[in-house]
């Protein structure tokens, strides 16, 4: 009997050593990456576009551009270590924040009542004017009225398109799920144009493969805002995003991150926005 109940002792100290190893390691990682407010050394998983040249471009194991680097000097403010760098199409980015498998995304995410009722945003750390994109030998199309009985291509899910075709009810409208596959299918003549902010155009223009190919009209007509998507109602995470996008900007490292992507196309570097009161 005795035997028996000092086997019962040792066995409960072996349970209760290894729920306090348990409880001092933390347990597993959000799948977001960092707790609750942002911060912390560690890994942030953070969404970006992977096909989008001068913003958020996946080259071999390289990851570039404008968005890529506010991603980057965003998580150094923040504190972490390491990012994991997550591709984030334009129909997923509520899905994938309010799932958790990312904790930012800085994917030219436009700021929009609609999204803001599902995600948060900080930001804007840029606002892009929605531009066409056509073919170089193309004078007809020289605006959005223009495009009338015209086969015109965007992604899914994104607001550019929307706003066109309220505008212009005339136009064909025709989705893919990048914006590579709608300028490739504007380059062989399947379609008549591309929509959508011209920065993201002069990007796609700039490159070896369309050069004298496409051409950005140059006629913007609305304004992009585009915000930090994060989890809805995180307020904290939202001012400290605010903080270090005001610190990227005012530092100079905002411009700098601009004339190194986009600057080699001709786009013209346009000031820098003011961010929105987090709520």
Known sequence: MVKSLRLLAVAATLALTASLAACDTGGAAAPGGGGDGGGGEGTINIGIKYDQPGLGLKDGDEYKGFDVDVARYVAEELGYSDINFIETPSKQRENMLMGGQVK??????????????????????FVAGQDLLVRADDDSITGPKSLDGKKLCSVTGSTSAVNLQKEVPGVQLQNFDTYSKCVAALANGSIDAVTTDDVILAGFAAQPEFEGKVKVVGNTFSDERYGVGLKKGDTELCEKVNAAIAKMIESGEW?????????????????????????
């Not at 930012?104 to 750390?125: M, N, Q």
């Not at 601009?258 to 929105?276: A, C, F, R, T």
């Open 104 to 125: 930012l995304i800085v994917a030219t995410y436009s700021i929009t009542d609609e999204r803001a009722e599902k995600v948060s945003f900080a930001g804007p750390y």
């Open 255 to 279: 411009e700098k991150a601009l004339e190194k992507n986009v600057g080699p196309s001709g786009y013209e570097i346009p000031e820098p926005p003011q961010q929105d009161a987090c709520s």
